[in-house]
């Protein structure tokens, strides 16, 4: 079975379960192997759900989180792909679907407070403001992936975004490695910018890569590229990053 197809399938089941009419006796339609499934992390402050699905056929623990920003859909729009591709790689790989599923609802960068669901993270650098929160994962949204995160701890963590000024990969932590191994795998004209130019407190790198040390890259489509700009490079670049193994070292360009 497709595997987009056993997840809805998972999904159906998983709604089916936690319903409150009692499960038919019979159990005769139900599959056997109904594959990877959404697991609820909990919803958002509009009641939307917060969904991960676990992945890939065993290794180091990755993170990919397809959307935070709602106004950057180009990762979301490949979740299928995604699904297929990292199921298949040798990694424990947790994908988180929607950090900020009110703002893509809504075709909104921030959450419905409107805070950036990026500057909301227990960053030892956060400062509270209107656009970063009153408090760190004062945004559900945030706080649900956070809770789960720290319980999965990744050895990596891949976050999908789009710019005008894109394609390429930014990086936190330990990952400059990580991010040249991307950018070989995507192919040209994607490279890694070290430096987004400008400052990011509370942000999930700042917590995730400076304060908790673990590598984390900022991948950044063309904004409004379109899907076959978007997801051959994208499953091309996650697969050269994961498919080669761990890297602790930074490695140089070569070509
Ligand atoms: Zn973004």
Redesign the pocket.
């Known amino acids: 079975m497709a595997p987009l197809t056993r997840a809805l399938l998972g999904l159906t089941l998983l709604a089916a379960s936690s319903c409150a009419v009692p499960a038919p006796t019979s159990r005769a339609s139900v599959s056997p192997d109904p594959g990877p499934a959404w697991r609820m992390l909990g919803v958002s402050r509009e009641g939307r759900p917060l969904r991960a699905m676990e992945l890939g056929a065993g290794g180091p623990r990755v993170a990919v989180i397809a959307g ?2 709602g ?2 859909q180009e990762g979301l729009r490949h979740v299928p792909e995604l699904i297929a591709t990292l199921d298949e790689l040798p990694a424990t790989i947790t994908l988180y679907e929607d950090v900020n599923p009110d703002g893509s609802a809504r075709a909104r ?1 921030g959450t419905v407070s409107g805070v950036d669901p ?1 500057r909301n993270w227990p960053a030892t650098n956060f400062a509270p403001a209107p656009s970063r929160g009153p408090r760190p994962l004062s945004e559900p949204g945030v706080a649900h992936v956070y809770r789960d995160l720290l319980r999965f701890d990744p050895e990596l963590v891949v ?1 999908l ?3 005008a000024r894109g394609p390429f990969v930014n990086f936190d932590g330990p990952a400059e490695g990580h991010a040249w191994r991307f950018t070989e795998g995507a192919g040209p004209p994607w490279f890694v910018k070290p430096s987004m130019g400008y400052a990011t407190p509370g942000s999930l790198g700042s917590w995730m890569g400076l304060d908790r040390g673990r590598p984390i890259l ?1 991948v ?1 489509f063309r904004r409004g590229a379109p899907p076959g700009e978007t997801g051959p490079p994208l499953l091309r670049g996650l697969r050269a990053l994961i498919e080669e193994g761990p890297l602790d070292e930074p490695r140089p360009r070569v070509r």
Do not use: A, L, P
Request: charged share 25%; proline share 0%; net charge negative.
């Open positions: 935070i920003h106004t950057e960068r990026n976050v975004h789009s710019t900022t950044e």
